[in-house]
């Protein structure tokens, strides 16, 4: 393999060497371990872990109906010049899709040099369609003005990060409150993937329960959206959803397998392009026709055309639902991009132990809320640092050329839009409720133990799913935390500090402080008298240490727990 430590050397000594700090460019800060072959092979395997987005993202985004006009009974659940505009939305969407995330995954690599790819945030995308805009335009706010808030909060996010003010509001919001907002939209993704609209049709709404077992072919279901007993659990695309789509990417994910999800989305999707099976995804109608006619040229650039700049400013009648709509998509992108960055950095060895902050980490924000505005020009929810980053730095990427190969491939993936808009709801439907499954996790960190902390967390948890309402959640969870802790707050004042929780000292700490003040490193230097801010701050010279006894060779057992536990995250 001499031509590949030729190439990786060549390179390195070069001035892609060096301004991504590969291992041998001599860069004073150069990451050890990092190659450019290296770098590239885990490009591909981000990109392979990432793009189920591209289909997730466009047909969760296209419920909303965009900007079709729906002037029909039942939201125009049976009107075919409605349908076949919502499938032109969806068309669109994958193109606007890869596009932003080709764009900002590039720009993440060329300027902040960090081995992560950005998309549209699951979650996110489902908050914007079911919430704010609503199935098929029913929420309050109208997709253009959606769209709208979306450009602004990308800006304020921006100016956030600039000022260095991004730490301080994701300080202020409690730990309890951001891990239960995590475990919250995974409960709301997995409710969304059972059901119809983009799910495997597991679960409908109820009439006398708030919802009821499904599973039947659409045919059957009445006018209140029920399956009769007798056809519960009978439509084959839910079993081939269940199996194909769910069983087998839960075990490739199990054996840890690259490209777990985009093999069962694709599995599923190939099973249902024949037209002459009852699991098709094109019927003989004339939406089905419409959309066949589209996959059958495999490779075509689509345009996009009903959500390209669309944003409205007339937002005088929306304004208590714009507003939170706006604050609600500015608190989950500084939660969900600074936690992402955070990990991916931390698992990419990448943070400083003494300022326990990772180099290009404004720049980072910057990339990341510039693509937010523009991605709202191209229609797209607001995008954010992805954690499936991992799966490229596990092959080994530390700098940014694992980003750009990403950006690469999803600007390949453009040209294939006619694939990426013919994959069923079944197919991403199980994605979404293993998506899920992923976010629960940090269910196990909540501060279970003290009422003060659990209470809110578990409230916020559930209210998401069962009010179909990311922003009812978070609401809800931070009002009854400041309730709850500010009356124990009183009362212990009030009686002296007598009177207070037994179990107070296991309450999680919170305070708006931030250590070396709000202040970025930038504003800091210039008020010192350096100008030259934009230059990273030498790190200091070690003392000489007097001279210890010798010790043992360190083997792999020797190794910090700190460092064995980062390797294996």
Request: proline fraction near 6%; charge should be neutral.
């Amino acid at each position: 393999m001499g031509w590949i430590d030729n190439t990786n050397r060549r390179i390195a000594a070069g001035p892609i060497g060096r301004w991504f700090q590969l291992d041998g460019s001599g860069h004073p800060k150069e990451r050890k371990g990092s190659y450019f072959l290296t770098e590239l092979r885990a490009g591909l395997a981000t990109f392979f872990a990432m793009a189920y987005i591209i289909a997730v993202n466009a047909s969760i985004v296209a419920d909303s109906g965009g900007t079709c006009e729906c002037n029909g009974p039942d939201l125009c659940a049976n009107d075919t010049e409605y349908l076949l505009c919502k499938s032109e939305i969806k068309r669109d969407l994958v193109t606007a899709t890869a596009a932003i995330s080709a764009l900002g995954t590039f720009f993440m690599g060329l300027l902040a040099n960090l081995p992560v790819g950005i998309a549209p945030g699951m979650g996110l995308n489902a908050y914007f369609a079911y919430t704010v805009v609503g199935f098929h335009g029913s929420g309050k706010v109208p997709f253009e003005v959606a769209l709208t808030s979306i450009f602004i909060e990308g800006f304020i996010f921006f100016a956030l990060a600039l000022l260095g003010l991004r730490q301080w509001l994701a300080r202020i919001i409690p730990r309890c409150i951001k891990l239960a907002t995590s475990v919250g939209i995974g409960l709301f993704l997995t409710l969304i993937g059972l059901t119809y609209a983009e799910g495997i049709g597991l679960v409908v709404g109820g009439t006398s329960v708030p919802t009821a077992l499904a599973g039947c072919p659409p045919e059957y279901r009445d006018e209140l959206g029920q399956c009769p007993d007798s056809q519960k659990m009978r439509n084959p695309t839910m079993w081939i959803g269940i199996f194909c789509g769910g069983v087998l990417t839960a075990l490739l994910l199990l054996y840890r397998v690259k490209g777990a999800i985009i093999a069962g989305i694709l599995l599923v999707s190939a099973i249902s392009w024949p037209r002459n099976t009852p699991v098709t995804y094109f019927p003989y109608t004339p939406v089905g026709d419409s959309m066949f006619d589209f996959f059958k040229k495999v490779v075509d650039f689509h345009p996009i055309t009903r959500t390209l700049d669309v944003q409205r400013w007339d937002i005088g009648g929306y304004g208590g639902q714009f507003g939170l709509a706006l604050v609600t998509f500015l608190y989950v992108d500084i939660l969900d991009c600074t936690g992402t960055l955070y990990s991916m950095a931390r698992y990419a060895n990448l943070v400083d132990p003494v300022t326990q902050d990772f180099e290009g980490s404004t720049l980072a924000y910057m990339v990341d809320s510039l693509t937010i505005s523009i991605g709202a020009i191209f229609g797209t929810p607001p995008v954010t640092a992805f954690v499936e980053s991992g799966a490229g730095i596990g092959e080994g990427g530390k700098t940014g050329l694992t980003a750009i190969s990403t950006g690469l491939c999803f600007f390949i993936s453009i040209f294939f839009a006619p694939i990426f808009a013919s994959i069923p709801p079944w197919a991403t439907g199980c994605v979404l409720i293993l998506v899920g499954s992923m976010m629960a996790q940090a269910v196990v960190e909540i501060n279970w133990q003290y009422m003060g902390d659990a209470i809110p967390a578990f409230v916020t948890i559930a209210l998401m799913p069962f009010t179909y309402s990311i922003a009812d959640g978070l609401i809800a969870g931070i009002c009854l935390y400041m309730l709850i802790n500010s009356l124990v707050w009183l009362i212990e004042k009030a009686s002296g500090g007598r009177i207070v929780p037994p179990n107070k000292e296991l309450k999680d700490p919170w305070t708006w402080r931030i250590e070396g003040g709000f202040a970025p490193t930038w504003m800091r230097k210039i008020a010192s008298g350096d100008w030259r801010f934009w230059k990273p701050t030498p790190a200091p010279i070690p003392a000489v240490a007097a001279e210890a006894p010798a010790e043992k060779v360190s083997s792999e057992r020797d190794v910090p727990v700190g460092s064995v536990a980062e390797k294996q995250a």
